[in-house]
């Protein structure tokens, strides 16, 4: 019963991460489409859009079909382990040195003005097709989609099954569509998302699943068992906090010795 | 000339290819992957140590992590 209840709470922690992981991801492709669609017309960044969602629903359809079937639990563990442990610590390292003022924070509304006046410059006629928005939005969606497929594959095969894959990938779509609901209400890049607050929160997600299953899949014991994933988050966001505290202080620091 | 064209075209995108897989999976922060494989490497060798395996692959990674943001931290203001 216990350990049930503990499950439950590792695929809501699940699912909140992917659905945030994708929110993120999707909020720096909606600048790409924005800025293209408003500039170049929408025909065409339309359809580069859609083909990058269908690429990436067939990446997980045909990945994850053949990962569950043909590789081992305990491989799998351990791949999916790792790589989820590299993403996770990458995503904290970024947002935790943007947090302390070591690098510039991600500004959509900056980004947005920047694709803009690129994307100006070319010549094109509104209303036909347009090679240029097509694939500029292609590329913007597959490639920040690229890293939420891969959050996806590796959460949803954890337990290597069908099921999990579907709840992960649900959660996935809920991110992007509230994203993208929001993005055509408002018809504007999402500048003052926290996007910064959600990047640390999902980098500490993905760093304590990802040590959590590949010690598994290398053979460690947790104590406590899924339960300890509870400890592993609070050990990683107490270690992010101080990190953020420690760092900050030494930023004020040294712009004080420049000034 | 055809033939060297295609060879080109296709030397080209296999170093796409793998120029973009090490981006997407190493990023400009190779400390941090190959920091992760010696943890996955201490792991196996630890798993038979009971309660010192978890403790220890936790400390790992909360060391890691620091080394990172340290090692960025001082990249950037060698940079300045």
């Known amino acids: 019963m216990e350990r049930g209840c503990m499950v439950d709470q590792g695929t809501i922690l699940l699912l909140i991460t992917v659905a945030v992981a994708s929110a993120v991801e999707a909020t720096e492709a909606l600048t790409i489409i924005l800025a293209s669609g408003i500039?170049?017309?929408?025909?065409?960044?339309?359809?580069?859009?859609?083909?990058?969602?269908?690429?990436?629903?067939?990446?997980?359809?045909?990945?994850?079909?053949?990962?569950?079937?043909?590789?081992?639990?305990?491989?799998?563990?351990?791949?999916?382990?790792?790589?989820?442990?590299?993403?996770?610590?990458?995503?904290?390292?970024k947002a935790i040195l943007r947090e302390t003022g070591f690098k510039a924070l991600h500004d959509e509304a900056d980004i947005y003005d920047r694709e803009v006046v690129t994307l100006s410059k070319e010549k094109g006629v509104r209303g036909q097709r347009d090679s240029l928005a097509f694939?500029?939005?292609?590329?913007?969606?597959?490639?920040?989609?690229m890293e939420v497929i891969?959050?996806?594959?590796?959460?949803?095969?954890?337990?290597?099954?069908?099921?999990?894959?579907?709840?992960?990938?649900?959660?996935?779509?809920?991110?992007?569509?509230?994203?993208?609901?929001?993005?055509?209400?408002?018809?504007?890049?999402?500048?003052k998302l926290p996007e910064n607050y959600m990047k640390l929160g999902v980098g500490v997600l993905l760093t304590?699943?990802?040590?959590?299953?590949?010690?598994e899949g290398a053979g460690i014991q947790w104590p406590l068992g899924d339960a300890f994933l509870l400890?592993?988050?609070?050990?990683?966001?107490?270690?992010?906090?101080?990190?953020?505290?420690?760092?900050?202080?030494?930023?004020?620091k040294r712009l004080e010795v420049r000034a | 000339m055809p033939l060297k064209t295609t060879q080109g075209r296709i030397w080209k995108g296999v170093r796409s290819f793998f120029s973009f897989w090490k981006h997407f999976l190493i990023g400009?922060?190779?400390?941090?992957?190959?920091?992760?494989?010696?943890?996955?490497?201490?792991?196996?060798?630890?798993?038979?140590?009971?309660?010192?395996?978890?403790?220890?692959?936790v400390t790992m990674v909360l060391v890691l992590m620091a080394i990172a943001v340290y090692q960025k931290t001082r990249h950037k203001n060698s940079k300045l």
């Open chain 1, 39 to 93: 500039t170049r017309g929408w025909r065409s960044t339309v359809e580069g859009t859609l083909l990058a969602l269908a690429c990436l629903s067939g990446i997980v359809l045909v990945a994850g079909t053949t990962l569950i079937l043909y590789v081992p639990l305990y491989i799998l563990r351990v791949v999916v382990g790792t790589l989820l442990l590299i993403f996770g610590l990458q995503w904290l390292t």
């Open chain 1, 135 to 145: 694939v500029v939005s292609f590329k913007g969606v597959f490639l920040e989609g």
């Open chain 1, 150 to 191: 891969m959050i996806v594959i590796s959460f949803g095969l954890g337990n290597g099954s069908y099921d999990q894959l579907g709840t992960v990938a649900l959660g996935a779509l809920v991110g992007v569509g509230i994203i993208a609901a929001t993005g055509a209400v408002v018809a504007k890049p999402l500048a």
């Open chain 1, 208 to 215: 304590v699943f990802g040590l959590f299953w590949m010690g």
């Open chain 1, 231 to 252: 400890v592993l988050l609070a050990i990683f966001a107490a270690a992010t906090l101080c990190l953020i505290a420690y760092f900050k202080r030494v930023h004020g």
């Open chain 2, 28 to 57: 400009d922060s190779p400390i941090l992957a190959l920091g992760v494989l010696l943890i996955l490497a201490a792991d196996y060798l630890l798993r038979n140590s009971g309660f010192l395996a978890p403790v220890l692959s």
